[in-house]
């Protein structure tokens, strides 16, 4: 059955519909008053700033064309305003105390989300407002805006709900900044060492550092994080006997005026050298053999200034292997060289003394690896923890093949320590750059040093990445240590600086580099490695 209205009640009808139309466009036949771009920048902020509208589901249609721009005007929200809610999603209030047009606008999605400070902010043509608007200023007390009697309490608890919601999304990210902005934190293989994911090379003090300057990078480093330390009985490098031990004394004049406990200090005992000789008091050729090992941690302890020292490493193998740049094993270069169980066995004795804590290797192999962990194994004797081997994107080979596996935390669970992430400061695109002056940089002091980080080949590849970099909005340095650091094999990167400029640049790499790196960047890495697999190998 149908009715039929009446004149009276048509014109009723009408009347409210077009009540209804005035409330959902505004009094003007536009949105509420606001343009487009002005609702827009009114939900965003001025400058994009973010008030919430992704996270908090505001509508996502697009809103109308406008027709007219309102006049500038602010008021406060009090409790004699009246309000309406539209089935738009908007709450359109008026003042008493004000002319009625044009209304004020706070937005709506179903729930009261947010009033600006009790303030209502009205826009006027070609004026901005001069505030940029926080999340912070988002979160409205309860008090803002007086609803209905009849809604007072429904609306009260949503906004509770909501800014509870709200405020836990905002730690959650507050959190998640805040840790990726430091540097981060890991158990060095299966030892109790929980080493920084920096680790601070010193091989520079002595020669081209003073010691001056080595007690303010060290102290930076500290600052920021940086907990372990590594040097040598042989640095400085290079190699000199005038020289020899520098490092180690500004290090340990340096940790007399720092807690002990909070710094993991590594360092290392010459491998087999037929030149080194001035290393030991008496020797024609220095070994990794018990004698060796002990003179060395004793001289060690005394330059550093300290009872034990925390992770000790043999710099190379006692036995021949390939090293530095040379690429393949030359079986006529084989000779005997000290038992893996022999070597083990001096340093459970400085481990039974509480000389040294944990053991390493360095410029290691994967069959050194497993000897020596096979050898712990089979005799009871103490395990090594860490590989100190070059590592970056101009070195991959060498580790990629099969270290990454023996050292895998299923398997040895060895930790690589890499140096050389920058390849010596290559990867920095320094030396391609005519307009930078790198007279005192390590390549050009010593020129034979690192001879393979400056071949033709080397210089290619690095010229490629450098423009991976750039395509990406990266530094050379951020690619570079942001691909070493995100390698699920490496526990942490041995970086090393000269000047203050590069210490800061180096360290907040680790902070301001994406983590992990895009995919894209990934992608472009591997399709570079493809061409160049290792373009140091001389």
Partial sequence: MTYKLGRKEKTLREKKQKKKQACHRGRDNTWAGLTRTEAAQFIRGRNNSPLGYTSLGWPRHPLPRPHRQPQAETTRLGISERHRRTSSGFLLLQSSEEPPSPPTVLLFTG??????????????????TGRNFSMQQMAMSSSAVTSPSSHGSTLSALHARHSQRFQNRRVRSQVKAVAQ???????????????????????TFGEQNTEKEAHDILSYSFDQGVNILDTAESYPIPLNKETQGRTDLYIGRWMQSKPRDKIILATKVAGYSERSTYLRDDAKVVRVDAANIKESV???LKRLSTDYIDLLQIH?????????????????????????????????????????RYIGVSNETSYGVMEFVHAAKAQGLPKIVSIQNSYSLLVRCHFEVDLVEVCHPNNCNVGLLAYSPLAGGVLTGKYLDGNVDV?????NLFPGYMARYNASLAKEATNEYVKLAKKHGLTPVQLALGFVRDRPFTASSIIGATTMNQLKENIDAFTSTPRPLPQEVLDGIEDLFKRYKDPTIL
């Fill in 181 to 203: 902005s430091q540097l981060q934190y890991q158990k060095l293989g299966d030892s109790d060492l929980l080493i920084s994911e920096v680790t601070l090379g010193t091989m």
């Fill in 298 to 300: 004793e001289k060690s």
């Fill in 316 to 356: 190379w193998p006692d036995r021949y292997v390939a090293l530095f740049g040379e690429f393949s094993y030359n079986p006529t270069k084989w000779r005997p060289s000290v038992p893996f169980e022999e070597q083990l066995k001096a340093f459970q004795e400085l481990i039974d003394e509480g000389k040294v």
């Fill in 439 to 443: 007279s005192k940089s390590r390549l």
């Fill in 111 to 128: 729930e009261l989300r947010f009033a600006l400070a009790g303030e209502a902010i009205r826009y006027s043509p070609g004026q901005q």
